[in-house]
């Protein structure tokens, strides 16, 4: 399968020219996509609750208003809004507002491929993904550069939905990098499955095992911190740059032959059977019903999985090795 990926020349930036564009909630990707948009000439209103992510908004020269009032006027209504809240919050107040040629647009795909949202079907709706945090999209915006997104047209009511999406993939930098095409199912089932697997899941919980490995060996929990936690950045950061047989032409050929035959028996056939269960109650909808029925019974579970690993051994290890690098400080 070939991928279909846009570039600066694929985009009209002027079709947002003359339009005012509503971002709904200013977080992490909230706050950069008002800021690159406004930067590129937008008319650009927020609309955020008083307090926390408003005040924010407000240095930044905004002046958050409510929801409703944001989106009456807006041409395309970004929604940047946590995934758990997203679908409560656009009931209450976005969907009795928005009206007929208004493109409602998004930055994951969650609460359309599992019907938290119904859009109206006399409008365009959209998704501009890009593929990092909002604060690496804002610092490349401001050096010149772009962040990789992805784009997905779920409904395309006026004809024009992809060209107002590249638009808006042009105004935040992302066509400087390219623009992948995909749909809201692809993004959203991919996205969640590395999250769990790799990215965070996979990854703190191998970082824990193998942490409490060494300790209960008898080795210093800084030791063991170093090991497997501290460097585990250098290793990621030459996989980033380089791709796999790169960071292994970076390594010493100890650490690869231990890679490549030790490996495999860290994350063998009953990983792997549990990655493909974990797909599964990705692709079913069970993850996604299991997380937002349980936010929406107060979240003490997910409350509880936050705080049981503050104070652990893991952490305060951490705190001694980080207190040794001070210009870690505040990250």
Same mark, same amino acid.
């Not at 501009?128 to 610092?139: C, F, M, Q, V, Y």
């Not at 105004?171 to 697997?197: H, K, M, N, P, W």
């Given at each position: 399968?070939?991928?279909?990926?846009?570039? %600066?020349?694929?985009?009209?930036?002027?079709?947002?020219?003359?339009?005012?564009?509503?971002?709904?909630?200013? &977080?992490?990707?909230?706050?950069?996509?008002?800021?690159?948009?406004?930067?590129?000439?937008?008319?650009?209103?927020?609309?955020?609750?008083?307090?926390?992510?408003? !005040?924010?908004?407000?240095?930044?020269?905004?002046?958050?208003?409510?929801?409703?009032?944001?989106?009456?006027?807006?041409?395309?209504?970004?929604?940047?809004?946590?995934?758990?809240?997203?679908?409560?919050?656009?009931? %209450?107040?976005?969907?009795?507002?928005?009206?007929?040629?208004?493109?409602?647009?998004?930055?994951?795909?969650?609460?359309?491929?599992?019907?938290?949202?119904?859009?109206?079907?006399?409008?365009?709706?959209?998704?501009?993904?890009?593929?990092?945090?909002?604060?690496?999209?804002?610092?490349?915006?401001?050096?010149?550069?772009?962040?990789?997104?992805?784009?997905?047209?779920?409904?395309?009511?006026?004809?024009?939905?992809?060209?107002?999406?590249?638009?808006?993939?042009?105004?935040?930098?992302?066509?400087?990098?390219?623009?992948?095409?995909?749909?809201?199912?692809?993004?959203?089932?991919?996205?969640?499955? &590395? %999250?769990?697997?790799?990215?965070?899941?996979? +990854?703190?919980?191998?970082?824990?095992?193998?942490?409490?490995?060494?300790?209960?060996?008898?080795?210093?929990?800084?030791?063991?911190?170093?090991?497997?936690?501290?460097?585990?950045?250098?290793?990621? !950061?030459?996989?980033?740059?380089?791709?796999?047989?790169? +960071?292994?032409?970076?390594?010493?050929?100890?650490?690869?032959?231990?890679?490549?035959?030790? &490996?495999?028996?860290?994350?063998?056939?009953?990983?792997?059977?549990?990655?493909?269960?974990?797909?599964?109650?990705?692709?079913?909808?069970?993850?996604?019903?299991?997380?937002?029925?349980?936010?929406?019974?107060?979240?003490?579970?997910?409350?509880?999985?936050?705080?049981?690993?503050?104070?652990?051994?893991?952490?305060?290890?951490?705190?001694?090795?980080?207190?040794?690098?001070?210009?870690?400080?505040?990250?």
């Amino acid at each position: 399968m070939s991928l279909t990926i846009y570039h %600066e020349s694929d985009a009209d930036p002027t079709l947002l020219a003359d339009s005012r564009v509503a971002i709904i909630g200013y &977080g992490n990707q909230g706050r950069a996509h008002a800021l690159n948009l406004r930067d590129s000439g937008i008319d650009v209103v927020v609309g955020q609750r008083p307090g926390g992510s408003a !005040d924010r908004a407000e240095a930044d020269g905004f002046a958050p208003m409510p929801v409703e009032e944001a989106v009456s006027p807006a041409d395309l209504v970004i929604l940047t809004l946590p995934d758990e809240s997203a679908g409560d919050i656009y009931d %209450e107040r976005i969907g009795p507002v928005i009206e007929k040629g208004q493109t409602l647009g998004f930055v994951h795909g969650f609460n359309i491929r599992f019907g938290f949202i119904t859009p109206r079907p006399d409008q365009d709706v959209v998704m501009i993904a890009p593929k990092g945090p909002g604060t690496l999209l804002r610092s490349l915006y401001v050096e010149g550069k772009g962040l990789p997104a992805l784009i997905a047209v779920h409904q395309d009511e006026s004809g024009r939905a992809r060209q107002t999406a590249l638009a808006w993939a042009s105004a935040i930098g992302s066509t400087r990098a390219g623009v992948v095409e995909t749909t809201f199912a692809c993004e959203t089932e991919t996205d969640l499955f &590395g %999250e769990q697997v790799v990215l965070c899941g996979g +990854m703190t919980s191998l970082v824990k095992a193998a942490f409490e490995t060494l300790v209960e060996a008898g080795y210093e929990p800084e030791f063991a911190y170093i090991e497997c936690v501290h460097e585990l950045k250098q290793v990621v !950061d030459l996989l980033y740059e380089r791709g796999l047989t790169g +960071m292994r032409d970076a390594i010493s050929n100890t650490a690869e032959y231990g890679d490549l035959t030790r &490996g495999p028996r860290v994350i063998g056939e009953a990983a792997r059977r549990e990655m493909k269960d974990i797909l599964e109650e990705i692709r079913g909808g069970t993850f996604a019903a299991e997380w937002i029925d349980g936010c929406r019974s107060g979240g003490k579970l997910f409350r509880h999985l936050h705080d049981a690993d503050v104070g652990t051994p893991l952490e305060r290890a951490g705190e001694a090795v980080r207190s040794l690098m001070p210009w870690l400080s505040g990250r």
